[in-house]
């Protein structure tokens, strides 16, 4: 496991197996809230961003957090 000491918990990320499970009422109601989040941020003037997500079991997470750590974005 990771060392994520010191890590900014900014991002909640939902597994699309794990959502394929719920319910159809969950499904819409989570694509109503992800909906409505977007459309917040675009009211905003923010973009839309796509992210990379890192498990921190795998065994190159160090490596990862130690490039962050050099571009400022940890924490």
Known sequence: MANTQGMAFKFQVIKGTDIEQL????????GHIVER?????????????TYLVINTDEPYADEVIEIMKR????G
């Not at 989040?37 to 961003?49: M, P």
């Not at 571009?71 to 940890?74: A, F, I, N």
């Open 23 to 30: 319910s159809h009422y969950n499904k819409v109601t989570l």
């Open 37 to 49: 989040v977007g459309e917040i941020r675009k009211e905003k003037g923010k973009k839309d961003n």
């Open 71 to 74: 571009h400022g974005h940890w």
